[in-house]
């Protein structure tokens, strides 16, 4: 598996997302030219590119209200221009995701907008599940690392697999979508509401 410092050069030199970068090196053998090349193959540069260079001015609101009127969500998709914003493919795939916000309940929309006092907090919690532990800390860090990439993966929307196809991420299938629409487009915030609780706003 792909160290965790090599993931990170290879996402700050190219703008990919993080599961990209682990999967290019993890193919590359840890090179990191290689795993360039990887990214390159893979579309995931150009998409990071377009991604990086352009502005999300345009875009819709979705809604999804579940069948006993208890639990709805809504979500914020935004591409660059009106005409995107309008194509068929796009509403479905903006009513793809706030299915899955409704389904899945994910708390942030990536890693990235996840405040730091979240993540403490939860390594508190992990470090209390290993304090009886007696592995050496060097393998304790390796497993904390473990367990919040899986948190993370499991709370992020764009980590999460797609409800209707668990072989993609929605972070993929936004990077597919990027490729053949040709525009930006970016998940801007959601909020899930249920009866009884607190809404979920992100």
């Given at each position: 598996?792909?160290?965790?410092?090599?993931?990170?050069?290879?996402?700050a030199?190219?703008?990919?997302?993080?599961?990209?970068?682990?999967?290019?090196?993890?193919?590359?053998?840890?090179?990191?030219?290689r795993?360039?090349?990887e990214?390159?193959?893979?579309?995931?540069?150009?998409?990071?590119?377009?991604?990086a260079?352009?502005?999300?001015?345009?875009?819709?609101?979705?809604?999804?209200?579940?069948?006993?009127?208890?639990?709805?969500?809504m979500?914020?998709?935004?591409?660059?221009?009106?005409?995107?914003?309008?194509?068929?493919?796009?509403?479905?795939?903006?009513?793809?995701?706030?299915?899955?916000?409704?389904?899945?309940?994910?708390?942030?929309?990536?890693?990235?907008t996840?405040?730091?006092?979240?993540?403490?907090?939860?390594?508190?919690?992990?470090?209390?599940?290993?304090?009886?532990?007696?592995?050496?800390?060097?393998?304790?860090?390796k497993?904390?690392?473990?367990?919040?990439?899986?948190?993370?993966?499991?709370?992020?929307?764009m980590?999460?697999?797609?409800?209707?196809?668990d072989?993609?991420?929605?972070?993929?299938?936004?990077?597919?979508?990027?490729?053949?629409?040709?525009?930006?487009?970016?998940?801007?915030?959601?909020?899930?509401?249920?009866?009884?609780?607190?809404p979920g706003t992100?």
């Amino acid at each position: 598996m792909a160290d965790a410092k090599l993931v990170a050069e290879l996402r700050a030199k190219t703008g990919a997302g993080m599961m990209a970068c682990k999967k290019a090196l993890d193919a590359a053998g840890d090179n990191m030219e290689r795993a360039m090349e990887e990214l390159r193959k893979s579309g995931e540069l150009k998409a990071a590119k377009k991604s990086a260079e352009r502005e999300t001015a345009e875009g819709i609101l979705v809604t999804y209200v579940h069948h006993n009127k208890k639990m709805a969500a809504m979500l914020e998709l935004q591409c660059e221009s009106d005409f995107v914003a309008r194509n068929e493919d796009f509403v479905e795939f903006a009513n793809d995701l706030v299915m899955q916000v409704a389904a899945m309940n994910p708390l942030y929309v990536s890693p990235e907008t996840v405040p730091e006092s979240h993540i403490s907090k939860q390594k508190e919690l992990f470090a209390q599940e290993m304090e009886n532990d007696n592995k050496p800390e060097e393998i304790k860090e390796k497993i904390m690392q473990g367990k919040i990439d899986k948190w993370l993966n499991e709370v992020c929307l764009m980590k999460q697999s797609f409800f209707k196809d668990d072989e993609k991420t929605i972070e993929q299938m936004i990077t597919e979508k990027i490729a053949t629409i040709g525009e930006k487009i970016a998940v801007s915030r959601f909020v899930r509401w249920e009866i009884g609780s607190n809404p979920g706003t992100c």
